[in-house]
T-cell receptor, first 109, second 113 residues
Framework: GIQVEQSPPDLILQEGANSTLRCNFSDSVNNLQWFHQNPWGQLINLFYIPSGTKQNGRLSATTVATERYSLLYISSSQTTDSGVYFCAVVPSGTYKYIFGTGTRLKVLA | ETGVTQSPTHLIKTRGQQVTLRCSSQSGHNTVSWYQQALGQGPQFIFQYYREEENGRGNFPPRFSGLQFPNYSSELNVNALELDDSALYLC????????????FGPGTRLTVL
């Protein structure tokens, strides 16, 4: 089956720093989403981005489906950005989301 | 527009018991998916329902079963609970199966003793 790898696995930033999270997938996909999971377990949808680039405030994302990767950019990080970031893909020909390995982010004040 | 809701929030059961978890989809959404998230892991797809029919299943045994009702709310049933079933169970709804944004509920944390 498809493999979805995220890097780095762990990241510690000082407040105000920028970061780039990466999601690599091993096969073609119909769909890709980025989520932020807060400390209470709630998965918050950040981007629905099967291809192209989107921006929402301090966050932006780019997916290059032909090269099988997606990037999530966080600028001017805040302590509330802490948590686990997941990408999730829907492999072509299926309906089920496969989640990546996650990046655990901690932003220090 | 109401978001995805799940009940109960927390649940404690003993090995061998049965449990039912509930999910109300976001208004207008006809697709519901269920996920299991063990501690420190990413969510694992259990199954998906589209207009009351199961249309996809992950690698979970038959003792994990589900239902979707005409109002598109859904239940997850787990029989013969095992210790490894302890996890956060997440429900997500979307407008269409596999091709649209999924919105997640807050989850039900199940502990099996």
């Amino acid at each position: 089956g498809i493999q979805v790898e995220q890097s780095p696995p762990d990241l510690i930033l000082q407040e105000g720093a920028n970061s780039t999270l990466r999601c690599n997938f091993s096969d073609s996909v119909n769909n890709l989403q980025w989520f932020h999971q807060n400390p209470w377990g709630q998965l918050i949808n950040l981007f629905y981005i099967p291809s192209g680039t989107k921006q929402n405030g301090r966050l932006s994302a780019t997916t290059v489906a032909t090269e099988r990767y997606s990037l999530l950019y966080i600028s001017s990080s805040q302590t509330t950005d802490s948590g686990v970031y997941f990408c999730a893909v829907v492999p072509s020909g299926t309906y089920k989301y496969i989640f990546g390995t996650g990046t655990r982010l901690k932003v220090l004040a | 527009e109401t978001g995805v809701t799940q009940s109960p929030t927390h649940l404690i059961k003993t090995r061998g018991q049965q449990v039912t978890l509930r999910c109300s989809s976001q208004s207008g959404h006809n697709t519901v998916s269920w996920y299991q998230q063990a501690l420190g892991q990413g969510p694992q797809f259990i199954f998906q329902y589209y207009r009351e029919e199961e249309n996809g299943r992950g690698n979970f045994p038959p003792r994990f079963s589900g239902l979707q009702f005409p109002n598109y709310s859904s239940e997850l049933n787990v029989n013969a609970l095992e210790l490894d079933d302890s996890a956060l169970y997440l429900c997500a709804s979307s407008l269409a199966a596999g091709t649209d944004t999924q919105y997640f509920g807050p989850g039900t944390r199940l502990t099996v003793l």
